[in-house]
Every structure is written in structure tokens, then in C-alpha cells.
């Protein structure tokens, strides 16, 4: 392999330490299929330079003449480099409008783009993801929120000694700290029972309820809510994980769910989350959405009235701006991981607030355990960079020579959406528009 790769550093804030390709990887690459790798310097990333170093990379200030660029974010706009390769999270194939600039300037500087969300086998399913994470951190998240709510009421509080996932020195210390709050559970109790919403089944929601298990739990389902006199102990907390089905029913009251024509004709739907509300203290949303899907939480709902201590906290891990929880007003940061809808005023106050639906909405969970993230996701990518970084030479990508996990995921070759991703033309458009209106 004569192309260099390029492993850019993360800058998006101080909290992101997180990285594609661990030095175990670098080593792999270089030992195993001759690559030759250059690692962009940093004093915040999770493994030290020395580490790639002593793997074999050039560790650089900058990663001029890198034919192929990999990331964990979006490399700003003012960083791409003219005809190079990049594969990271681009969060542009919903026409995401804050990032249609930096797809725009990719096809002027004619540049490729990979995106890791869209690495997926040939029945969609993603080979690549920080998602178990994200479910893990964002759990942790939404307890310590609940937990400052409860002091904020006086109430008792066996959550107290929990803190954010990014205070702990691993996954293990953190799991220490679980064990601790679960015998503090099973001793002191919450002052009233606790019910956890989580929807989706993938790995957001496997990370989710693999750290919830931790707890003292009991698992109970979505219809048993409904009929009530279930829910009475405060010594655990209920567990309840909803699938698409108690998300949404057919227009038609003669027809019954079908999962695939909900995924593919959703107008033919109306959402029936709501009726879970009442019965929720904290919901961890865990699924996918788009705009053509109904909602989990609309605003209209949640201000209709809701029981005391119904949906106290809502982690939003998956974290769409105005999406399936309507009131999440944009992404936070580890460093302010919460606000607080009010619904009788229908306005935001900053942090947790004893009144109110709080909402976690950090957006980079897995930065908060950082090396366990960046290894599990680079043992799954490193199996597909050597064919990567044989279809790339000094002329160009050739995108026919890609492995077909790559092809799928690619959405710009050479400055130009390809075939699969040409409905993008249509939000670039009318945002242009927009601008010379």
C-alpha cells in the first residue's frame, strides 16, 4: 500500500476524546497489510502520541499529503483539503441543514465522502457504530440528572452518589459505581416508583439496558402500564422497552400493525406514544427517526397535562433537534447536559429544574468513555481500510474497486453525489435559494 492514511484529531470540544483507530489498529494496518500512517498530534486524545508512535505512525502537526483522511466528527470546512478521501460522520444524508455547507464545499474542492452511518451488510443493517456506548453513557446521563431532580424536590435520593460517566477512570470503575447504587437502591428505595421507558431494540437500546441490568430491575411490558397495579415498589426500577408497535396503529381501525409497511408508507399511521406518558418517570429514546414518522413527545402533548412524577427526565441519545421529542432544542455538551422544558409557560429554563421535563440531550455520548468506544469501533473498522486504501491512488477513488459495504456508504465521489445520494441535490438547492433570496 503506497497511499498514506491520515488519522485526523477531534477538536469539536473539549470533551471529545475519542478516536477511529486506536494504536493496536495503527499496528494492524501497518504490520499486517504494509499501510503507511500519519496521526494528526493531540494532548486531548484518549491514547497518547507516544502509543502511535511506538505502533509504527508518523505522528504530525498537520496531515498535508494524506491521500485518505478518517475522523470520528465533521472536519470543518476551513480544513478540507482538495481532492482528498474522508470517511467520518458526516450527518448529512437527511439533508441535515447545518451541514450542507461542508457538503457543498466537498464537491467544489471534488473531494469523496464516506459516512460511517451508512457502512451497512446488504439488508441495511450497520456494521459500524459508537451506538452500545452512546446507550451506556447516556443512561448514566439521565440517572445523574434524575438524581439532581431529587435533591432539587428534597426527596430521598439513592441515586446521590452517581456521577457522569466522564469522572470514571473506565468502564470498570463505572460499573463499580453501579453495584453501589443498586445496593443503595435495594436498601433506601426512591421515594416513589420509578418506571424507565426505553425505546428501539438496537444497540443504542442493548447499551441501555446492559448497564440498567446492573440495577435492580424488573422488566415489565408496555401493556402492563396500561392496565395498571403493576408499578408499586420503590425498592428497583420497572424497565419497559417499547417496540415500533406501541409507537404507532393504523389509520385504518380494521388493520392491524405491519412493521414494514410502517417503515414504508408511515403516513398510513398515527402515533400513539402518549398513552404511555403518564406512566413514565424517565424515557431513554433510543430509535431512529425521520420527519415522516410521528412523534414520541410532542409539545402539544406534553403540555396537555401530565400526572407529578410523569417523565421527570427524557434522555434523548438519539438526539434529533425538534424530532421524535419534540422539545429538544438542540444538542448540550458533558459540561451542560441538561435543560428543563416547562410546559405550563412553554419555555426553557438552563440545568435541571425542579419543575419541569428535563432533557438530556448530549449528542457525543460516547466521548464520555472514550477508550472503550474508540477500540470497539475500531476493531470494526479497520477490517474495511485496506480495501479503502487499495481502491485509492494518487489519481483519485476508484469507487468501482470498493468493497460493497464502502460503495454503499459512499456519497460523494470525485465532487459528485452519486446515484444513491442525488436526492441531496434538492436540499442543496433550496437552501441556496434561501441565501440569494
Known amino acids: 500500500m ?36 500519519r496521526v494528526q498530534t493531540s494532548s486531548q486524545r484518549v491514547f497518547p502520541d507516544h502509543a502511535y508512535a511506538s505502533a509504527g505512525a508518523e505522528v504530525v502537526a498537520t496531515l498535508d499529503g494524506c491521500p485518505v483522511i478518517v475522523a470520528v466528527k465533521e472536519v470543518p470546512i476551513p480544513l478540507l483539503a482538495p481532492k482528498t478521501t474522508y470517511l467520518y460522520f458526516a450527518h448529512v444524508v437527511k439533508g441535515q441543514l447545518y451541514n450542507l455547507p461542508m457538503l ?77 447504587t443498586s445496593r443503595r437502591i435495594a436498601a433506601v428505595g426512591f421515594p416513589y416508583p420509578v418506571v424507565c421507558g426505553i425505546t428501539g431494540y438496537g444497540q443504542v437500546s442493548n447499551g441501555v439496558q446492559e448497564l440498567l441490568e446492573l440495577l435492580p430491575v424488573e422488566t415489565l411490558e408496555p401493556e ?18 417499547f417496540q415500533e408497535r406501541h409507537l404507532a396503529e393504523p389509520l385504518n381501525p380494521g388493520k392491524t400493525f405491519d412493521l414494514q409497511e410502517y417503515f414504508t408508507a408511515p403516513d398510513r399511521y398515527r402515533g400513539i406514544f402518549q398513552r404511555y406518558h403518564a406512566h413514565l418517570t424517565l424515557l431513554l429514546n ?43 432544542r438542540g444538542a448540550t455538551t458533558p459540561g451542560q447536559p441538561c435543560y428543563t422544558y416547562r410546559p405550563a409557560t412553554d419555555d426553557y429554563v438552563e440545568g435541571v429544574a425542579a419543575e419541569g421535563i428535563t432533557v438530556m440531550a ?10 472503550e468506544a474508540s477500540r470497539h469501533f475500531g476493531d470494526l473498522l479497520v477490517q474495511f481500510l485496506p480495501g479503502l486504501l487499495a481502491a ?46
Open 392 to 437: 485509492r491512488d494518487q489519481n483519485g477513488l476508484k469507487a468501482a474497486a470498493l468493497p460493497p459495504e464502502l460503495h454503499r456508504a459512499l456519497i460523494v465521489h470525485n465532487g459528485k453525489l452519486t446515484p444513491t445520494y442525488s436526492y441531496l441535490h434538492t436540499f442543496l438547492e433550496t437552501t441556496t435559494k434561501a441565501v440569494t433570496a
Open 2 to 37: 503506497t497511499v498514506r492514511l491520515g488519522v485526523r484529531r477531534e477538536d469539536r470540544n473539549e470533551w471529545e476524546r475519542r478516536v477511529p483507530l486506536a494504536p493496536e489498529h495503527i499496528g494492524q494496518l501497518i504490520g499486517e497489510h504494509g499501510a503507511t500512517v
Open 286 to 328: 433510543c430509535i431512529y427517526w425521520e420527519p415522516r414518522f410521528p412523534r414520541l413527545c410532542s409539545r402539544a402533548d406534553l403540555r396537555s397535562g401530565l400526572p407529578p412524577h410523569a417523565l421527570r427526565i427524557i434522555g434523548d441519545i438519539s438526539c434529533d433537534l425538534d424530532g421524535a421529542i419534540e422539545i429538544n
Open 104 to 180: 457543498r464545499r466537498l464537491l467544489d474542492l471534488g473531494c469523496d465522502l464516506l459516512d460511517y452511518e451508512r457502512i451497512v451488510d446488504a439488508t441495511g443493517k450497520r456494521l459500524i457504530a459508537f451506538g452500545r456506548f452512546a446507550g451506556q453513557a447516556g443512561l448514566v446521563e439521565t440517572l445523574v440528572a434524575f438524581s439532581r431532580k431529587l435533591d432539587l424536590e428534597g426527596l430521598r435520593n439513592p441515586l446521590a452518589a452517581l456521577r457522569q460517566p466522564m469522572t470514571y477512570r473506565d468502564l470498570g470503575e463505572l460499573h463499580q459505581a453501579l453495584d453501589e
Open 224 to 241: 402492563e402500564l396500561l392496565l395498571g397495579g403493576r408499578v408499586t415498589a420503590t425498592d428497583r426500577l420497572y424497565k419497559v422497552v
Open 362 to 371: 448530549v449528542d457525543n455520548l460516547p466521548c464520555e468513555l472514550p477508550a
